[in-house]
């Protein structure tokens, strides 16, 4: 009987230490992909950030014309968004302009429009919609560049003022031509705010950003079970934690009627006969 009990104490001991281990596993191997996530999200935004001197950056002129005295900076602010990591310079592009909103407490165009130095080369980050996008050929540079893309561009605060955002990489969902996109986002180095000639043959004046691509937002489409891929991931984590639960509790119920079955008494020709392994007065010895 003790070597029986002893048996069943061990395996469900085993059981539920199996239980255990296995529901600390996948909750240590949540928490080391979060962080590694996490890690990859957040990287050093200071190396996206060039010196307010760097490539002629201190002689732009506001307020005016694109002209040669800005193809330095231009083109070396090009290369800098196609250089640097994307989600690096979507956090600093982040950081900045909340920063500016704390100083300022005045939407951002406003503030790109009242006070262009303080955004010269700095990364910029902003959400709205494309009305017009198109492609051409730059001027010869030393970076390589030798296609553009031009996206007239309404920032979410602008109260229908344009932006102009040049950039490198035109996204598949993205057409040529003039039409309305909603839900565009950019990461991109202000250059300065310059003058456009616009239909109703007035000068006008828009921020000039300059980046690698533009990002366009898209709803996530739920599967045929109506979960997304993390929801499904998540889903079956929590289910085999439960079925492993439930197995344990199972087993333990399976091992405790085996028990109470092995302990009963059993009864030849009528005379009920002890457990071997317990005797008792007037067992075997």
């Not at 900045?96 to 910029?124: Q, T």
């Not at 990461?187 to 109703?200: I, N, P, R, V, W």
């Not at 079925?243 to 399976?254: D, F, G, I, K």
Request: proline fraction near 6%; charge should be negative; include cysteine.
């Amino acid at each position: 009987m003790m070597r029986s009990m002893h048996f069943c104490v061990t395996q469900h001991c085993g059981f539920r230490r199996f239980a255990y281990v296995l529901a600390l596993g996948t909750l240590l191997g949540m928490f080391v992909c979060c962080r590694v996530n996490a890690d990859d999200a957040a990287p050093a935004v200071g190396e996206v950030i060039p010196s307010p001197n760097a490539f002629g950056l201190s002689d732009v002129k506001d307020n005016s014309r694109l002209g040669p005295e800005d193809n330095e900076p231009y083109f070396s602010l090009l290369n800098l968004a196609r250089e640097a990591k994307p989600e690096a310079l979507r956090q600093a592009g982040k950081k900045f302009v909340s920063e500016r909103f704390e100083k300022s407490h005045v939407p951002l165009f406003k503030d790109m429009l009242d006070n262009p130095g303080a955004f010269r080369g700095k990364p910029v980050f902003l959400r709205g919609h494309t009305l017009q996008v198109i492609e051409y050929e730059p001027l010869k540079n030393d970076f390589g560049i030798d296609k553009v893309y031009e996206a007239s561009f309404f920032e979410e605060d602008a109260q229908g003022n344009l932006a102009t955002i040049v950039f490198l990489e035109k996204p598949e969902n993205l057409e040529l031509g003039t039409q309305t996109v909603d839900g565009v986002s950019v990461s991109g180095y202000f250059l300065k705010m310059y003058h456009y000639d616009a239909e109703d043959a007035h000068t006008h004046k828009a921020p000039y950003i300059l980046a690698r691509t533009l990002h366009i937002a898209t709803p996530t489409k739920p599967d045929a079970g109506g979960f997304n891929v993390l929801g499904g991931i998540v889903f079956g984590v929590v289910a085999l934690i439960l079925l492993a639960v439930v197995y344990v509790q199972w087993r333990e119920q399976q091992q405790r009627r085996e028990q109470q079955k092995a302990n009963a008494p059993r009864k030849v020709d009528g005379i009920e006969v002890s457990d071997p392994f317990h005797s008792g007065p007037g067992g075997t010895a």
